[in-house]
T-cell receptor, first 110, second 111 residues
Framework: QEKVQQSPESLIVPEGAMSSLNCTFS?????SIWWYQQHPGKGPEALI?????GNKKEGRLTVYLNRASLHVSLHIRDSQPSDSAVYLC??????????FGSGTRLLVSP | EAAVTQSPRSKVAVTGGKVTLSCHQT?????MYWYRQDTGHGLRLIHY???????EKGDIPDGYKASRPSQENFSLILELASLSQTAVYFC??????????FGPGTRLTVL
């Protein structure tokens, strides 16, 4: 059974700063990794995914994947108050199966 | 136009009662899922389906049934609701292997 751990549980950063979120998983054969954003009272929304070792950049978001260390990170450049949300790491292990972490709560203070 | 809708958005049920949560998607996706979300546990998969008239058990299926009468509709049924089933329930749809599209959730309180 894939295990997905996220850290930190919560994070407070000032507006304009870089936000860095971490996720570790247990199976190096895991396929794609997704990051989801969830605002209060809403369903999660997919932000960005990565499959291959290395990094992927989309706008203010950058994701780094290191399969050898079973680690993936999400970095949000120039964080805005509207980025305040819970961020979920999701690891696809094969076929339909996706395992979610328990999330990091990000608060960007104006 | 929301592509995954859920009803009701909130529900209060009595212990031992029957609860049906409904989900409708207009994404034309084959896969549909039911998750529950509890504080500190993230999202946990209850049931999923990849074709109409067929459902599969997820990681925590005990106490839940599912029904997929058509590609667009997927229901979660609690035959005998219990206190431990108080949670927020999310429905999602996807193409296999790609991102999941979630509904707005149903907050269920069992008293």
């Amino acid at each position: 059974q894939e295990k997905v751990q996220q850290s930190p549980e919560s994070l407070i950063v000032p507006e304009g700063a870089m936000s860095s979120l971490n996720c570790t998983f247990s199976n190096s054969a895991s396929q794609s990794i997704w990051w989801y954003q969830q605002h209060p009272g809403k369903g999660p929304e997919a932000l960005i995914s990565i499959f291959s070792n290395g990094n992927k950049k989309e706008g203010r978001l950058t994701v780094y994947l290191n399969r050898a260390s079973l680690h993936v990170s999400l970095h949000i450049r120039d964080s805005q108050p509207s980025d305040s949300a819970v961020y979920l790491c999701a690891v696809r292990t094969g076929g339909y199966k996706v395992v979610f972490g328990s999330g990091t709560r990000l608060l960007v203070s104006p | 136009e929301a592509a995954v809708t859920q009803s009701p958005r909130s529900k209060v049920a009595v212990t031992g009662g029957k609860v049906t949560l409904s989900c409708h998607q207009t994404n034309n996706h084959d896969y549909m899922y039911w998750y529950r979300q509890d504080t500190g546990h993230g999202l946990r998969l209850i049931h999923y389906s990849y074709v109409a008239d067929s459902t599969e058990k997820g990681d925590i299926p005990d106490g839940y049934k599912a029904s997929r009468p058509s590609q667009e509709n997927f229901s979660l049924i609690l035959e005998l609701a219990s206190l431990s089933q108080t949670a927020v329930y999310f429905c999602a749809s996807s193409v296999q292997g790609y991102e999941q599209y979630f509904g707005p959730g149903t907050r269920l309180t069992v008293l």
